[in-house]
């Protein structure tokens, strides 16, 4: 479960992450550390991986909403942004006193970090296909499809150019896919794969990709979904969300 308070004269949102404790009820996981601050856009698939990351880990952190559109109040194009990420993207996490600016990057510093549960398995075998998928989406199709290349693409083209490139990727996930997954994208195992698969399924709908070719994407789409870690950082709940968007 997730809960996320306001602290408004910051702008920040505190997301407050819980685990069952026996039968008797929850308790809140604690860091000794300074909580961690995440850089999230609400429709953004990469920052959604972290939050995802952040809720298996069981990482308490604080949320500062951080739009890809300039015209919001809080965008990602300021001085002051620039000197967290100098890409000027999200997500960014501050965490342990440091700055991390790529979502793949991140989640490979919280497995190293905080190994319990992890995102990798141990057989080297399936963590090199865990990787192989995670850069089929994040290096093969969602950089083809995101908000910066479609805005350059212009209005007129973007949706037909999303949907090729999605299509083009998912033709072969699907493939690789079709011959490593079990319960999850590799195995019965919840990894660093399925925390990049869900967000980019989801981008797939939002530029209306035809989905009838991929059932094993669908499959496994349909199966982490309902999962308390992917429903809890789901873009819709996320305290940036307009109210249409917002989940009832």
């Known amino acids: 479960m997730a809960a996320v308070s306001h602290l408004a004269s910051k702008g920040v949102y505190l997301a407050q992450?819980?685990?069952?404790?026996?039968?008797?009820?929850?308790?809140?996981?604690?860091?000794?550390?300074?909580?961690?601050?995440?850089?999230?856009y609400w429709p953004s698939s990469c920052s959604w991986r972290v939050r995802i990351a952040l809720a298996i880990k069981k990482i308490d952190y604080e949320i500062k909403p951080t739009s890809l559109v300039k015209t919001a109040s809080e965008h990602a194009y300021t001085?002051?942004?620039?000197?967290?990420?100098?890409?000027?993207?999200?997500?960014?996490?501050?965490?342990?006193?440091?700055?991390?600016?790529?979502?793949?990057?991140?989640?490979h510093y919280l497995d190293e970090t905080r190994p319990e549960p992890a995102l990798l398995p141990q057989d080297p075998i399936k963590r090199a296909k865990v990787r192989e998928i995670v850069e089929s989406i994040c290096s093969g199709v969602q950089p083809l499809q995101n908000s910066a290349v479609l805005g350059h693409i212009g209005?007129?083209?973007?949706?037909?150019?999303?949907?090729?490139?999605?299509?083009?990727g998912f033709q072969g996930l699907e493939k690789i896919l079709s011959q490593s997954a079990g319960k999850f994208c590799v195995g019965d195992e919840l990894t660093m794969a399925d925390i990049c698969l869900v967000p980019q399924v989801r981008n797939a709908r939002r530029y209306k990709a035809d989905l009838s070719?991929?059932?094993?994407?669908?499959?496994?789409?349909?199966?982490?979904?309902?999962?308390?870690?992917?429903q809890t950082t789901h873009p819709s709940k996320q305290p940036d969300c307009p109210p249409e968007f917002a989940k009832k």
């Open 155 to 168: 209005k007129e083209k973007s949706l037909e150019w999303a949907q090729h490139w999605i299509s083009r």
């Open 213 to 230: 070719s991929y059932p094993t994407i669908v499959r496994l789409d349909e199966y982490l979904q309902k999962l308390d870690v992917f």
């Open 79 to 107: 001085d002051e942004y620039k000197e967290v990420n100098p890409m000027q993207k999200v997500p960014s996490l501050k965490i342990d006193g440091h700055t991390l600016c790529d979502s793949v990057a991140i989640m």
């Open 17 to 40: 992450l819980y685990r069952p404790f026996g039968s008797n009820g929850l308790i809140r996981t604690m860091a000794t550390n300074p909580q961690p601050l995440l850089y999230s």
